[in-house]
């Protein structure tokens, strides 16, 4: 069976966003971009929540096309157009969508129906809303989190209205970039 993976930056105290989405705390440099691009290559499907599905499309369908774009633009524009995109979403419809699925209701049967087809893990991208949701869930199967040196001290938190505790195995792939952030991959322990 495929797993869920969130890929999140976050700060040192848990938060995704500062309160009105503000991301600018969030430190990436070639070094990031060259791991993570590595490692998202290998994905063929990704699940987006509404709002960061539409900050998305309003950007990499033509990001590798710009005059200025960098090779991260270009390399991950190629990937974002072949990429299967799922999105959780009460309010958009598919219609008209690229190779695009909406899916507004059932979540857990409709995610355990990707979840069981063929393919290489699914990544979730950023979408507080929607990882709440897959939290609640159990759909989670590992968090794949870039730690950043700083403290919000407030924001939109990574974890939220958790019920019941989620014990996580931490990967050997640890990793520390010249720029501070820390790579942490862990993997839900459903044993």
Not at 90 to 119: F, V
Not at 123 to 144: C, E, K, R, V, Y
Request: proline residues 4%; hydrophobic residues 40%.
């Amino acid at each position: 069976m495929r797993k869920i993976i969130s890929f999140m930056h976050i700060s040192l105290d848990g938060f995704v966003s500062g309160l009105n989405g503000e991301m600018d705390w969030i430190k990436v440099d070639e070094e990031i971009f060259d791991y993570a691009g590595k490692r998202i290559s290998e994905g063929d499907t990704a699940i987006y929540g509404r709002v960061t599905y539409q900050m998305m499309e309003n950007y990499w369908p033509t990001a590798g096309d710009k005059p200025a774009a960098t090779r991260h633009d270009i390399e991950h524009s190629k990937w974002y157009s072949k990429v299967h995109k799922v999105v959780l979403s009460k309010t958009l419809k598919d219609a008209g969508l690229t190779n695009t699925k909406i899916i507004s209701d059932n979540l857990p049967d409709r995610i355990n129906e990707i979840k069981q087809q063929s393919g290489n893990d699914i990544l979730l991208f950023g979408s507080p809303t929607a990882t709440h949701s897959l939290i609640q869930l159990n759909l989670i199967d590992g968090f794949w989190l870039f730690v950043n040196p700083v403290i919000l001290g407030r924001g939109i938190p990574l974890f939220a209205d958790i019920k019941d505790k989620i014990k996580l195995k931490l990967l050997p792939t640890t990793r520390q970039f010249t720029c501070g952030v820390t790579e942490l991959n862990y993997i839900v322990d459903r044993q």
